[in-house]
């Protein structure tokens, strides 16, 4: 295989030579996942988050602290939970540049 690699070329090259079988999740619903939070995630769901707690969010989110973005996830909970588990999800699949974005938002 040749540079760049393409994610279908190593899945079917690791198929080929071991056999590995995929099962595929439906690219709509990741997708609609995705809609959700950008359309739920708004400067206004911010608003019950105190402003320090942004601002240790957003540090944590740029260093890539996950036990640091995890525990203020958690504060962030007792304060609104819809915005916990939103902000989780985005925080498990490592898309820490979407909380960054969302926070600066926030922030103006």
Request: no cysteine; net charge negative.
């Amino acid at each position: 295989m040749r540079k760049p690699f393409r994610e279908a070329d190593i899945l079917d090259t690791i198929h080929k030579h071991l056999g590995v079988r995929y099962i595929y999740d439906q690219p709509t619903d990741s997708l609609a996942k995705e809609v959700d939070h950008r359309n739920l995630l708004t400067t206004s769901t911010f608003a019950a988050v105190p402003t320090e707690l942004l601002t240790h969010l957003k540090q944590a989110a740029i260093r890539i602290d996950m036990d640091g973005i995890d525990n203020l996830i958690d504060e962030i909970r007792s304060l609104n939970a819809a915005l916990a588990e939103r902000l989780a999800t985005l925080a498990g699949d490592f898309k820490y540049d979407e909380i960054l974005t969302l926070i600066q938002h926030a922030s103006e």
